[in-house]
């Protein structure tokens, strides 16, 4: 039997997702393309290399390099980038010279990996979190654009919106919750 404990009452903040890449300085190009900050770039002789760099406006980074991943190159996909005009991103993105897809929704069973599901153009009901486009990196890595316009509530700017406590934060989202009530939230069926 598998036992589920208590929730974690320590901060667990996504800080790195390590990307396989077959090219570490084609990769390193590819993401300063994109207007990515670099964050280090350390080397022990020619087997091992890190490079880290991140997204603007990013908590979370992304790490690459030689002999510090086993995975193959080009085999992490949906992993998403939250952006507030999916319009603005994508074009952004094509002026950088990225292939970019066109802007596309799910319809039927939501397949972030592979393209089943998908119709073109945005959620036809405009609902944030429903609209997307996608584009992989040299290598074959798969990134979905994904727009939010308004957050779900229970989603808060950390730097904007403080706690005292895990407990000050669950009373919080409980008065969110009453407040607000249902405001359209996923729901099994939308995304089955």
């Known amino acids: 039997a598998t ?15 390590a990307i396989p890449v077959s090219d570490v300085d084609r990769a390193k190009r590819f993401y300063e393309g994109l207007g990515w900050r670099l964050d280090a770039d350390f080397a022990s ?3 091992w ?3 880290q760099m991140t997204p603007p406006g990013s908590p979370c980074s992304v790490m690459f390099g030689t002999g510090f991943t086993s995975g193959v190159p080009g085999s992490v996909q949906g992993t ?12 952004a993105l094509i002026g950088q010279g990225v ?7 799910f319809e039927g069973v ?6 089943k599901g998908r119709a073109p153009g945005r959620d036809p009901q405009d609902r944030s979190y429903f609209s997307w486009a996608s584009f992989s990196d040299p290598d074959g890595n798969g990134w979905l654009l994904q727009e939010v316009t308004v957050r779900f509530p229970g989603r808060v700017d950390a730097n904007g919106t403080a706690f005292a406590s895990v407990a000050d934060l ?5 008065r969110a919750e009453a407040a607000h009530g249902d405001l359209g939230m996923i729901t099994r069926d939308d995304v089955l």
Do not use: Y
């Open 45 to 47: 002789g020619d087997d």
């Open 99 to 105: 292939d970019v897809s066109e802007v596309f929704h």
């Open 49 to 51: 290399r890190l490079v």
């Open 110 to 115: 939501l397949q972030v990996i592979d393209t």
């Open 3 to 17: 036992h589920i404990g208590t929730p974690a009452t320590t901060d667990l903040k996504l800080e790195v997702v």
């Open 170 to 174: 669950a009373t919080a989202l409980r």
């Open 80 to 91: 998403f980038l939250v952006v507030d005009d999916l319009e603005a991103a994508r074009a």
